[in-house]
């Protein structure tokens, strides 16, 4: 059964900076589009940044010149660089995928979600 792996989360102070990552725990699948979702105590999930397979971004407006995310193909993995944390970034951060099969056109059905990581931002 395939999953996605985050990492990277953690305790950093306002104006800090993190890097998250998100891989397919199986080599056999490549990422395809991604979305970096999170979600504080008393909200409701929301998507943050989405990168497509072509590599084409998309951010909230939160977040817009803070965050980047990007893709390295060659480790199947997706990453988001967050810069000049604020408290309100503070939430488990989520990384949502659609796979393929590696090396071929087909598509798994629907899309699959990572485990989770606590970004805490507070001094």
């Known amino acids: 059964q395939v999953q996605l792996v985050e990492s990277g989360g953690g305790l950093v102070q306002p104006g800090g900076s993190l890097r998250l990552s998100c891989t397919a725990s199986?080599?056999?699948?490549?990422?395809?589009?991604v979305g970096w979702y999170r979600q504080a105590p008393g909200k409701q999930r929301e998507l943050v940044a989405a990168?497509?397979?072509?590599?084409?971004?998309n951010y909230a407006d939160s977040v817009k010149g803070r965050f980047t995310i990007s893709r390295d193909n060659a480790k199947n993995t997706v990453y988001l660089q967050m810069n000049s944390l604020k408290p309100e970034d503070t939430a488990v951060f989520y990384c949502?995928?659609?796979?393929?099969?590696?090396?071929?056109?087909?598509?798994?059905?629907?899309?699959?979600w990572g485990q989770g990581t606590q970004v805490t931002v507070s001094s």
């Open positions: 990168i497509s397979s072509g590599g084409s971004t």
């Open positions: 949502n995928a659609r796979l393929r099969v590696k090396s071929s056109s087909v598509r798994l059905p629907g899309d699959y």
């Open positions: 199986k080599t056999i699948f490549s990422i395809d589009s």
